[in-house]
């Protein structure tokens, strides 16, 4: 097989590499100023906490799952094992989706509860913006995963994809910290 | 294994080389959807001037209304149809002309128009890069930049007009859709076309930032890099740090706006009644938008500096005096700008004690800002100075950034600037040291790099005349307008005859306006003379301002790649100009001093830079990590002995 040896590395950092390293650090800029904000009303009088749903619980470990998988997927890449690539992205993939769907429910568990994004209680209109756009940048990462398991099932994946692979991992994996963050932030507003 | 590990190395070459291959180039590959970094700096360019010229009509339509509140022109109704009823201005509408003005002419010619285009054209050709990092992203980046323009430019046409509540777009105003016409989906608009704005300008902060860092050819060390180089990298870091979090500030507007919520809303009364919305903060939006806002100053002003920099340096036949300060001061200042931001907010009620400590860092940015003053002057003392076009502009900028940085002082220290806050005297500091200085050195990198954009010369004698106007009448323009200021005189006034404060001050006011209308007028010349040259202006020879970057050793002919052999290998600073002993006023980055002992005469006129080039070896930059050569692949990678074992 094409790929059947581990990836040879550059003596340097790949400047696409570099390019998406830089991306994640302005998506974290990004929530660092929606941090900010929330934590500028947080100590005002008018907030009010409220529990967040545990599914939102179970959706981190979906994600941190998925993760794992398409680890395993690069190992598979790595190792010259198609199947493991196959099924690592496939199982990364479907978590995703997964995750996605268990977001939905989630606000939807919120909206029966009478909490909207839309009004003045602010704890739950940043929980929509913060899970929102979570949301919004893996559905990128999912289309991007739909992308690299569609060409592992048609066997047109090679041992020179593997910079491609560990971009979308460096992607996949920015989100699944992202998240972390996110839900211990938003949890611990809550309890403290 | 070692076979398959050759297989990969070709196909990794395959890969990389093929854009060395000379595909066959439509319309659409070669102008719109290129790749080129070369072609990105020409669509920016023109994006950034097209739109920029839009904004200063704006200008001379609001200008027409201070001037003359009181006349109908009907010329305007024509124009402007129900925003001008009777060929008078309608207040909304002028509200929205000033906001325009500002988004366009901060935004996206200042920042898309002026980083796009020189980072785009400098950072790989004076780095000796074949292209950007990602080509792709690097074309993304102009189309978002692109969309973002036409939406911006569509708010002109929907029925409630364009956003209008000032270019810092501070709610209430841009967060009640019912609050004043331009509130409704101009306002959405704008915050689109922001966003994707910025999308675009982070796309290629991430393309500038990797191609410094990883790009560079052989011998191109940090401190060999050319100013305007450090500045845009520089330039490039701030955008990546500071627009996210204003897209944050924009997203949570949007919301406000939208979606019912209420990040920004609180104790909102519209003819008596309350507004439902209740525990937001207007002051969150003011400083998630001046974490970005005052970065962003520096994001217009540190290229134009850096442009600066090569032009003084190479029109005076001088070395910069104070290389290292020159970088340790772009630093510095892009650190301290950070730091600063709650000095646009002084009269917001803020702890003194925090005011104090904003005047403190405020005052620390004149410390870096005077260095590169200074360091200015130095360069030209004593030098070989050829007044030709684009030294006078940068002269102009170095001019314009002490008239107008002087008065930061006043607007930086809380005591001051809280009478004088909102008033012309602000309109003034501004425009002079980040709008003209600017601009100033977006002309003069224009008429600089010209020849190394079209391979033509831009007409001298029209550029004089272009200068000197704009020069005059810029000055007069801004001037005044401190002593306005100081007058009291209230900024995104519709009519200053009103008040008697106000009204003393009108015959300025026509004054400035007529003189604006010229200096408007001018700047057709520079449309001329800019159109005229890209078709019919002399040929360029290679060199054209016998300078020592490495740009001026590409072909003049553009390349896919750049230079058609090897890549330059660099030896030298990049100011090596007038250096005693050598045997021309000026040794280009890429001579060696072999090439000097072995009599290479490279000032010229026939010299072929390539001839040196080639007989290099290859750069460390072709070897590893230009896109255009193959990466360099062991036959067994260490961790394969390991697997193996």
Do not use: C
Request: aromatic fraction near 16%; glycine fraction near 8%.
């Amino acid at each position: 097989m094409a790929f059947a040896m581990k990836p040879v590395s550059s003596p340097r950092l790949h400047p696409k590499e570099l390019l998406m390293w830089l991306y994640l650090a302005a998506t974290a800029m990004l929530f660092a100023g929606f941090t900010s904000a929330y934590l500028v009303q947080r100590f005002h009088d008018f907030w009010k906490g409220f529990e967040i749903p545990p599914i939102f619980w179970a959706n981190t470990g979906v994600l941190l799952l998925s993760s794992y998988a398409y680890a395993r997927a690069q190992r598979g890449l790595a190792f010259g094992n198609y199947r493991h690539l196959q099924l690592g992205l496939m199982t990364a993939l479907s978590l995703g989706v997964i995750f996605l769907l268990g977001q939905v429910i989630g606000w939807q568990m919120l909206i029966r509860q009478g909490l909207f994004l839309a009004g003045n209680h602010k704890a739950v209109s940043y929980f929509y913006v913060f899970t929102g756009l979570h949301a919004l940048h893996l559905g990128v990462g999912v289309v991007g995963l739909a992308y690299w398991t569609f060409r592992a099932l048609r066997y047109r994946i090679s041992i020179k994809d593997s910079l491609g692979l560990k971009l979308m991992g460096l992607f996949w994996h920015g989100l699944d910290v992202l998240w972390i963050y996110l839900i211990v932030f938003l949890q611990l507003n809550q309890l403290l | 294994m070692a076979v398959h590990d050759l297989t990969v190395s070709s196909s990794i070459a395959g890969h990389e080389v093929h854009s060395e291959h000379h595909h066959k180039e439509t319309f659409w590959t070669k102008y719109i959807f290129s790749q080129d970094h070369k072609t990105i700096a020409k669509q920016f360019l023109l994006t950034g001037f097209i739109s920029g010229f839009i904004g200063i009509l704006l200008s001379g339509i609001f200008r027409l209304q201070l001037a003359f509140p009181d006349t109908s022109f009907t010329f305007l109704e024509t124009i402007l149809g129900k925003w001008a009823p009777e060929g008078r201005l309608d207040p909304n509408f002028y509200m929205a002309l000033v906001t325009m003005h500002g988004t366009i002419l901060v935004f996206w010619l200042l920042t898309g128009g002026l980083s796009g285009t020189f980072a785009n054209l400098l950072i790989p050709l004076q780095l000796g890069a074949r292209d950007m990092a990602s080509p792709f992203i690097n074309m993304l980046s102009f189309h978002f930049f692109f969309w973002g323009t036409v939406v911006l430019m569509a708010s002109f046409f929907v029925e409630s007009g364009p956003a209008a509540a000032g270019w810092t777009v501070y709610p209430p105003l841009s967060a009640l859709p019912k609050a004043m016409p331009g509130s409704g989906l101009g306002m959405v608009l704008w915050i689109a076309a922001l966003v994707l704005f910025v999308v675009g300008v982070l796309m290629g902060a991430l393309n500038y930032i990797t191609t410094v860092l990883n790009m560079r050819t052989q011998g191109m060390s940090l401190m060999r890099m050319p100013l305007a180089v450090w500045a845009l990298f520089t330039v490039a870091v701030l955008g990546l740090l500071s627009f996210p979090p204003a897209v944050a500030a924009f997203i949570l507007l949007l919301f406000d706006h939208s979606l019912g919520t209420s990040f920004y809303l609180s104790d909102i009364y519209i003819a008596g009644q309350a507004l439902p919305q209740q525990g937001g903060n207007v002051l969150l939006y003011l400083h998630l938008f001046w974490f970005l806002g005052h970065p962003e100053v520096y994001i217009v002003l540190l290229p134009a500096l850096g442009i600066t920099s090569e032009l003084i340096s190479t029109h005076a036949r001088k070395p910069i005096f104070g290389y290292r300060v020159m970088v340790y001061s772009i630093l510095g200042i892009a650190f301290v700008s950070f730091i600063v931001w709650a000095h646009h907010m002084f009269v917001t009620g803020m702890n003194p004690l925090l005011g104090s400590i904003f005047t403190a860092t405020t005052l620390l940015v004149a410390i870096p800002s005077a260095m590169k003053i200074f360091n200015y002057i130095f360069t030209l003392w004593k030098g070989n100075i050829h007044l030709n076009t684009p030294m006078l502009f940068a002269i102009g900028v170095v001019s314009f950034f002490i008239s107008g940085g002087l008065t930061g002082f006043f607007l930086g220290v809380a005591p001051v600037d809280i009478p004088l806050h909102n008033t012309y005297f602000v309109v003034g500091h501004f425009h002079l040291v980040m709008g003209v200085s600017a601009v100033f050195a977006m002309f003069g990198g224009t008429y600089h790099w010209f020849p190394r954009l079209w391979g033509r010369m831009m007409n001298e004698r029209l550029g004089y005349i272009h200068f000197w106007l704009t020069f005059i009448g810029a000055n007069l323009v801004f001037f005044p307008m401190y002593y306005m200021g100081l007058g009291g005189v209230p900024r995104r006034y519709y009519a200053f005859t009103e008040f008697s404060f106000t009204s003393g001050w009108q015959d300025l006011n026509v004054f400035i306006t007529i003189v604006a209308l010229v200096t408007i007028s001018v700047q057709l010349i520079f449309v001329y003379n800019f159109f005229h040259s890209m078709f019919w202006g002399k040929p360029a020879p290679r060199n054209p301002w016998k300078a020592t970057t490495l740009e001026w050793s590409a072909p003049v002919k553009h390349l896919h790649g750049n230079w058609p052999g090897k890549l330059p290998v660099v030896h030298r600073w990049p100011y090596d100009y007038s250096k005693p002993g050598a045997p021309a006023d000026y040794i280009p980055q890429y001579i060696s001093d072999e090439d000097i002992a072995r009599g290479v005469r490279w000032w010229e006129e026939d010299f072929e830079p390539l001839t040196v080039i080639d007989r290099e070896e290859p750069s460390e930059g072709e070897k590893v990590t230009s896109p255009s050569t193959p990466v360099p692949v062991p036959a067994i990678s260490p961790n394969q002995k390991l697997d193996m074992a």
